[in-house]
C-alpha cells in the first residue's frame, strides 16, 4: 500500500510529462499529416480520458485506504477538464458513438469522486468538495443530456439549408441542360438596368430545330440542347450569365462587357456550336443577335432589340451574328460575320 500512500503522489509526476510528449508526438504527426486531424483528435481524446481517469480513480482508492486522508486535499484540479473532455467528444466523435463516450467519461471520472464524497459528508461540504459535486454532478450531467441535443438541432439546421440551396437550385435551374432558366436571366437582366451596368445581350436560337426533333427524335433533340448549353458555358467568364429562353433558345448577359468584346464572344459561341457534331447529328448551328444595354432601356426594349437582331440573323441565311454595333448608311445593322473557328 506505500504507494497509495499521501506524500508520494507518484502520478503528479509521471501524468504530466507522458501526456507532453504523447501530446507533442501528435502535434508532430498533425503538422506532417494534416489530414489526419480527425484520427490525432480522436486519440487525443482517449489519452485525455486515460489522464483523467487513472488520477481519479488513483487518488479516489488512496483517500479511502489511507486514514485522515482527504480527496479533497490531494485530487489534482482536474474536474474542469472533465467537461472540456464531454465537449471535445460531442465533436469529434458521431452521434451516439460520442454520447456513449461521453456516460462512459462521466461514470469513469465523475461517479466515483461522487460516491466518494457522499459517503464523507465532512468533506463534501467543504468548499472543495461542493465544488467537485456541482462539477461532476448537474454541470456535467446537463453536457451530457443537452449537448446531443444541440446537435441534432444542429443537424437540422444544416439540413434545412440544404434543403433550401436545393430548392434555390430547382427553382432556377433549367431541368434539362443544368444552366439557368428564364427566371434567372430575366433578373440578372434587370439588375443591370436598375444598377446602370453596362451590359451585353447575345440572343440565339438553333437553326432548324424542329427538323433535328422530326428526323431523330426528341430524345437526341434534348441531347442537341444539353451539349450546346455546356459548350456555351464553358466559354463564358464567371459573371456572365446564360440561361435557357424557352425551347431552342438561349440568352446570355455579359455584364461590363462592350460591343466589340460582345460580338467576338457570340462569334465564339456560334463557332463551339456549328464546328462539331453533336451525337447523329452532323451538323447543329445557331443564329445570333447582338445588342448592348442603353440609356433609357427597359427589360422589354432591350429584349426587343435583341430578339430583332436574332430575326435579322435568320433572314441573311442563318448560322450567323447580326449586331447593331455597326450600322450602314441606310441605318440598317452589318451582320458580323467571321470565318468558322475564328475567336
Known amino acids: 500500500m506505500n504507494v497509495l500512500s499521501a506524500p508520494h503522489r ?95 467519461a462521466w461514470i469513469l471520472v465523475g461517479v466515483p469522486v461522487l460516491l466518494y464524497l457522499f459517503g464523507h459528508p465532512a468533506e463534501m461540504w467543504t468548499p472543495r468538495g461542493r465544488a467537485l459535486v456541482m462539477t461532476y454532478g448537474p454541470v456535467a450531467v446537463m453536457l451530457v443530456v443537452l449537448l446531443p441535443i444541440l446537435r441534432g438541432m444542429s443537424g437540422t439546421i444544416e439540413r434545412l439549408v440544404s434543403d433550401r440551396v436545393w430548392m434555390e437550385a430547382l427553382i432556377n435551374q433549367d431541368p434539362l441542360t443544368g444552366i439557368h432558366n428564364r427566371r434567372v436571366g430575366e433578373q440578372v437582366l434587370r439588375d443591370c438596368l436598375v444598377e446602370q451596368v453596362g451590359a451585353g ?92 444595354l442603353a440609356a433609357g432601356d427597359t427589360l422589354a426594349s432591350a429584349l426587343e432589340r435583341a430578339d430583332r437582331r436574332l430575326y435579322e440573323s435568320k433572314q441573311r441565311g442563318r448560322n450567323c451574328v447580326v449586331s447593331t454595333a455597326a450600322l450602314s448608311a441606310g441605318g440598317q445593322p452589318t451582320p458580323v460575320t467571321p470565318l468558322d473557328g475564328v475567336g
Open 10 to 104: 507518484p502520478l503528479d509526476m509521471i501524468v504530466p510529462p507522458v501526456m507532453f510528449v504523447l501530446f507533442a508526438g501528435l502535434l508532430i504527426a498533425l503538422l506532417r499529416r494534416p489530414r489526419w486531424l480527425l484520427a490525432i483528435a480522436r486519440i487525443a481524446l482517449l489519452a485525455s480520458s486515460a489522464a483523467l481517469i487513472v488520477p481519479t480513480w488513483f487518488y479516489t482508492t488512496q483517500a479511502i485506504v489511507t486514514p485522515g486522508l482527504q480527496l479533497v486535499t490531494t485530487l489534482p484540479p482536474i474536474s474542469a477538464l472533465l467537461l472540456v473532455l464531454i465537449v471535445m467528444v460531442m465533436i469529434f466523435f458521431p452521434g451516439r458513438q460520442a454520447l456513449g463516450m461521453a456516460l462512459l
Open 201 to 292: 445581350l447575345i440572343m440565339f436560337d438553333l437553326d432548324r430545330f424542329k427538323a433535328i426533333n422530326d428526323t431523330y427524335g426528341h430524345t437526341i433533340g434534348d441531347q442537341v440542347l444539353t451539349v450546346v448549353a455546356a459548350r456555351c458555358k464553358q466559354l463564358l467568364r464567371a459573371d456572365a450569365c446564360v440561361s435557357r429562353w424557352g425551347g431552342e433558345e438561349f440568352l446570355v448577359v455579359i455584364p461590363g462587357a462592350d460591343i466589340t468584346g460582345v460580338c467576338r464572344l457570340a462569334e465564339r459561341l456560334r463557332g463551339a456550336i456549328a464546328n462539331a457534331p453533336i451525337g447523329p447529328v452532323s451538323r447543329v448551328t445557331a443564329s445570333f443577335g447582338v445588342t448592348m
